[in-house]
């Protein structure tokens, strides 16, 4: 199955997925799908240069941002770290804790190309889940992590990070062509685009 992401109107980013069961889960379709969300982080379908078979080319992905109404999530938790990867597949995730302490870190999404923004999370959470075979699991995040896996668990409950981003009118536009001059001084980016029609009000 070839996945493709959901454009940013599309109403299935805005669903909540719920919890599966463990017979549902260890159906032979629903680990091919698995399979399939893995292979679109990887790229494995795409022949040109964002193909890599060793580190994933997306960081974290929810199934319902390619139209998978599915309670799953993957997540590469060696973010920062070239040429390592360290891939979970999160079923039916729910954060159970969230420290009071927040961190600011830059976002971006891939139902949302070019967008970027500085969102408010949790520094330190837990987080319960099952493994794609259906053991269960606790999990302590920190940091990244903390914010990779609260940015994926919102989009299974419905959310985007722009829903959280302090003014949507004024998110980060940043071409493609632009990326690298951005990365090098993301705080003193200066061209904005406003998302505010693409948000939605959420309870922070
Ligand atoms: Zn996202």
Redesign the pocket.
Same mark, same amino acid.
């Given at each position: 199955m070839t996945l493709k992401r959901l454009s940013p109107e599309d109403p299935r980013l805005r669903q909540v997925c719920e919890d599966m069961s463990l017979a549902e889960l260890r159906r032979k379709e629903m680990q091919k799908t698995i399979d399939s969300l893995l292979d679109f982080v990887f790229q494995r379908n795409n022949k040109g240069p964002a193909h890599n078979k060793k580190k994933p080319t997306i960081i974290?992905l929810?199934a319902n941002?390619v139209g998978v109404m599915k309670r799953i999530c993957i997540v590469d938790l060696a973010i920062r770290r070239k040429g390592y990867s360290e891939i979970h597949v999160l079923v039916n995730p729910h954060i159970t804790w969230r420290s009071k302490t927040m961190q600011l870190r830059k976002e971006g999404?891939?139902? /949302?190309p070019n967008i970027w923004g500085y969102v408010p999370r949790s520094i330190k959470i837990d987080v319960s889940y099952l493994d794609r075979w259906g053991n269960s699991y606790e999990m302590r995040a920190v940091g990244w992590a903390a914010t990779l896996i609260q *940015?994926?668990v919102d *989009?299974l409950n419905g959310l /985007?990070?722009i829903d959280r981003i302090e003014d949507p009118k004024k998110a980060l536009h940043v071409e493609e062509s632009d990326f690298l001059a951005y990365k090098k001084d993301p705080k003193k980016w200066d061209k904005y685009i406003d998302v505010s029609k693409l948000t939605r009000a959420i309870s922070k």
């Open positions: 974290g929810s941002q999404c891939v139902n /949302l *940015h994926e *989009h /985007l990070f």
